[in-house]
């Protein structure tokens, strides 16, 4: 971690906060008490798989007809207002020690995990240097040190910079985003735990875990702040 995020960090712990969402004085707080207690966390029953609504909490339909390389997802949050603003804050704005708080969000979630690693989801080259950061890592390090699992940060690479999934329609984007990761480490028999900020439809995810049982991974599970829900 550079010194320059590390200083940002040290900071973002001892001035006083406003509210990310309010805006109102939170103390040392990013999202106070009020807002915290009103954000859209994800309620079940959830379909153990893609985490979308799903009768009794069982494997739903589309999971069953077309079984996604992922075994699990696990998501913190509905992707809605405010949860969108706070991830937004973080990606757009900088506001990195937001990442620091969606990693306690999903550690509380995860509680003791059954996972051997953790592998942020990797972002292109091209958006690296637009960006600055990758907020999936950003989210990763930090919970990583909560759950005391290995971080894998360097493991896998996005090789293409495919068009954005936002753009395109459902269909369309487990086709654009085929062949966009390379793994470069022996997963043999791991159980991994990949973590980004939003899962939308899954297609990205999906095809990151397809690589990852290429290289040996027994078990692949999604760990995501905030969870797409279909209209």
């Known amino acids: 971690m550079s010194i320059y995020r590390t ?25 106070c008490a009020a807002c915290e207690a009103d954000l859209p966390r994800l309620a079940g029953p959830l379909c153990p798989v893609c985490a979308l609504p799903a009768a009794n909490g069982a494997v739903c339909g589309a999971c069953q ?8 997802t ?8 405010p949860v969108e603003h706070v991830v937004q804050e973080l990606k757009y704005r900088h506001r990195l020690p937001l990442a620091g708080w969606l990693a306690g969000e999903l550690a509380a979630a995860v509680g003791k995990a059954a996972v051997d ?11 690296m240097r637009e960006r600055g950061f990758n907020q999936a890592q950003e ?3 930090p919970l990583a040190r909560t759950l005391g699992l290995p971080l894998l940060p360097n493991a896998c690479l996005r090789v293409r910079d495919s ?9 369309e984007r487990q ?43 027994a078990r692949v599970e999604n760990w995501v702040a905030a969870r797409t829900l279909p209209d």
């Open 7 to 31: 200083t940002i960090r040290a900071l973002a712990n001892l001035l006083p906060q406003d509210c990310t969402v309010c805006g109102q004085a939170s103390g040392d707080r990013l999202v």
């Open 65 to 72: 007809g077309t079984p996604p390389h992922f075994d699990a």
């Open 74 to 81: 696990l998501a913190v949050f509905r992707y809605a207002f």
């Open 117 to 127: 690693c953790i592998l942020p989801l990797p972002l292109s080259a091209k958006r």
């Open 139 to 141: 989210i990763a390090r």
């Open 163 to 171: 068009a954005p999934q936002a753009s395109l329609p459902w269909k």
């Open 175 to 217: 086709a654009n985003i085929r062949h966009a990761f390379e793994c470069r480490a022996d997963l043999a028999g791991k159980r991994v735990a990949v973590v980004d900020d939003v899962m939308t439809t899954g297609a990205t995810l999906n095809e990151f875990a397809r690589v990852l049982k290429l290289h040996g991974a």
